[in-house]
């Protein structure tokens, strides 16, 4: 691609280059259906348990020092079950939960063909890196699920970092492993807060915002430097970031000659 002054690209991974949360309400579905037929539960009741999973999923502080990342999550079924159903805590029912939740997500997580197709095509021109934050077994088993290994320079997981996104640390690190500039590089994601936050924290060259429900921020988000509406219109962002550095650069070339005469 030849992009004047962008020599590489970090890619988000959930809800940016793979659809996660799509992939979990499948999971929930099948926990919800196993639930009812299964255990005889009340539609109900099995929604009660998915739903306080998910609030705790959503509040989950992990420290690996303490324990692994299953057992922390079945205790979650765990809790959610006794906290519907009441009763004595039934451990095993929580296990089978987790592992049907966990093994349906994963088979849904897949990086559609066209999304591959871009990828391809970019790294013609480009470093591309994968930079994903969470603990560390269950990003590099979504990596391993939907496959994304071969079209990337480096992959970055955050749970195997010090620090994750938005802190600079992480984006400097991911600078160093491709060998670029921060401001040789544009950062790709859903999150205002840990992506586009991240890039503007690291002094990326730019940041790209994907927003597909093109939903307005909040006055306090930070503010990306592009929005885009699905992944694949990025290509026509990097070649407007590539024009645009060319009429600076016709623009100053100008001036400089009027300053000569």
């Known amino acids: 691609m030849g992009l004047h002054g962008v020599k590489a690209v970090f890619f988000d991974l959930d809800n940016t280059l793979i659809d996660t949360a799509a992939a979990g309400r499948r999971a929930i579905e099948e926990v919800i259906s196993a639930l009812q037929s299964k255990h005889h539960y009340g ?12 609030a705790k999923l959503l509040k989950e502080c992990h420290d690996p020092a303490k324990m692994c990342i299953t057992d922390l999550r079945i205790s979650h079924w765990e ?8 009763g004595e805590a039934n451990r095993d029912l929580a296990a089978e939960c987790y592992y049907l939740w966990k093994t349906t997500r994963l088979q849904h997580l897949t990086l559609a063909e066209d999304t591959r197709a871009m990828l391809t095509e970019l790294r013609k021109g480009l470093r591309l890196l994968l930079l994903t934050n969470g603990e560390r077994q269950t990003q590099r088993e979504k990596i391993e699920a ?6 990337f320079d480096a992959i970055v997981v955050g749970g195997e970092q010090k620090e994750e996104k938005p802190a600079a ?6 600078c160093d492993l491709l060998g670029v500039q921060p401001a040789e590089c544009v950062m790709v994601g859903d999150s205002l807060d840990t992506d586009i936050q991240g890039g503007l924290n690291a002094g990326l060259k730019a ?4 927003n597909k429900a093109m939903t307005a921020p909040v006055d306090t988000s930070p503010v990306p430097h592009y929005i ?10 990097l ?13 100053d070339h ?6 000569a005469h």
């Open 239 to 251: 070649q407007k970031m590539e024009h645009n550095s060319n009429a600076k650069l016709e623009t």
């Open 228 to 237: 885009i509406s699905s992944v694949l219109d990025l290509p026509a962002v």
């Open 254 to 259: 100008m001036a400089g000659s009027n300053e």
């Open 79 to 86: 809790e959610a079950i006794q906290e519907t159903i009441g």
């Open 207 to 210: 940041t790209v915002w994907l």
């Open 43 to 54: 539609e109900g009741e099995a929604r009660a348990v998915c739903d306080k999973v998910q």
């Open 146 to 151: 939907c496959a994304c290994q071969p079209y």
């Open 169 to 174: 640390s992480i984006f400097h690190y991911c």
